[in-house]
């Protein structure tokens, strides 16, 4: 049987009961679980504020969209974000017409603060910060740094969801942190995304423009019945918000991620015991002060893609998190502003990591790794 990198555990008759109650009530919109599922997100993470969302990438905008308007950041303000990274992080800057400047990542793949201080101008408003397969990396550095310059920080948090950082959850750092729920994330539903405001201001505002901008407010006050049809539009907003369906499916999950979590923790330490003294395999260093949510597992070595060549004649099919942004057009006028960006994208592969992955299979992918290393090198 073929092993792949992702793979998504659904605990499927507590899924369709929550799903079933949805269906028999014909609640399957906005309310009801997406509600319930805030609350325990809440509670969860102790976050002030989440607002469920259709994905991640839907949060990321709305980050953005919000933090602009409050600010009054003009068009070509920049933003500092990750050449290494999923698009969606990078598409929310240009979605509202904002600059992306990429700063250069370290050894754990996230952002190092120190490049980030070096690209920062006086147009220069937010800090994208992408916790890399669920590791915090210099967060708390990045965070000091924002804090110094008046920046905003972003933290797309979409390989989080669980992942604890200086002995809490982690979101509290940022003006606004995103989680992503799609299917190949630690908590899947199919499609949806949590967006966590610092601010209750913001979160209101991204209520509004996540339903197309529609408020209710003047007439809410009034207690005509007849008037319930009427509403205001004061933006034009997005169709961003979340539905039942994908929250009832979201409140299962959330009940198993630590536990999930702590399997993925407990593989990835397998995988650095059978791989640590291998000289051409190198190991990204282990979070400090952060216990990863393990999203990936990532390990570096040379003529990477004929080494994943190898590996499929094994019938392992491993990934690649992620291609460095600056090789697609819109982001290419940036490219080699960011070296060890550049050298990680071509050197990185993701392992299979998942939940019905077994002790066995991780010792099968090592041995075929190393095989594959020793017989490229030759
Ligand atoms: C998956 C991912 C996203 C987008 O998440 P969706 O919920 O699929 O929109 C954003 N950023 C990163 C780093 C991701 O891995």
């Not at 937010?126 to 110094?148: D, T």
């Not at 993701?350 to 041995?367: A, Q, R």
Request: aromatic share 8%.
């Amino acid at each position: 049987m073929s092993i792949q990198v992702l793979k998504p555990k659904y605990h499927v008759e507590e899924c369709l009961a929550e799903i079933e109650e949805c269906l028999r009530s014909g609640w399957t919109g906005v309310g009801f679980k997406t509600t319930q599922f805030e609350d325990q997100w809440k509670r969860y993470t102790g976050l002030p504020n989440a607002h469920f969302v259709n994905s991640a990438t839907s949060g990321l905008h709305l980050a953005l969209t919000v933090l602009k308007r409050r600010y009054g950041w003009s068009d070509d303000d920049e933003v500092i974000s990750t050449p290494l990274t999923f698009v969606s992080t990078n598409h929310a800057i240009l979605y509202e017409g904002l600059q992306p400047v990429f700063a250069d990542v370290d050894d754990s793949l996230c952002l190092s603060p120190h490049s980030i201080e070096e690209r920062i101008t006086s147009k220069t408003r937010a800090v994208m910060y992408v916790g890399f397969g669920g590791n915090a990396g210099e967060l708390n550095a990045v965070s000091e740094v924002c804090r110094r310059h008046d920046l905003a920080l972003v933290l797309d948090a979409a390989h989080m969801a669980g992942a604890r950082y200086l002995d809490r959850h982690v979101g509290s750092e940022a003006a606004v942190t995103v989680f992503s729920f799609h299917s190949v994330k630690n908590l899947p539903t199919a499609d949806s995304g949590m967006v966590c405001f610092r601010d209750a201001e913001d979160d209101e505002t991204a209520r509004r423009l996540s339903w197309m901008g529609i408020t209710k407010a003047t007439h809410e006050r009034t207690d005509e019945a007849s008037y319930k049809w009427r509403y205001d539009v004061p933006d034009v907003g997005f169709k961003y918000h979340g539905n039942s369906i994908m929250a009832a499916i979201g409140l299962v999950q959330l009940r198993y991620l630590d536990d999930d979590n702590a399997r993925r923790r407990s593989l990835a330490a397998s995988y650095r015991k059978a791989l640590a003294e291998h000289a051409r395999i190198a190991l990204i260093p282990e979070a400090k002060a952060c216990q990863s949510s393990q999203h990936l597992f990532q390990v570096r070595v040379g003529h990477r893609d004929e080494v994943m060549e190898e590996l499929y004649k094994s019938d392992i099919y491993p990934g690649v998190h992620y291609v460095d942004n600056s090789s697609y057009p819109m982001y290419r006028h940036m490219q080699g502003a960011c070296p060890n960006a550049a050298a990680a994208s071509e050197e990185l592969i993701s392992l299979p990591l998942h939940l019905d992955l077994t002790e066995d299979d991780v010792s099968y992918v090592c041995s075929a790794l190393i095989a594959a290393v020793e017989k490229v090198r030759v």
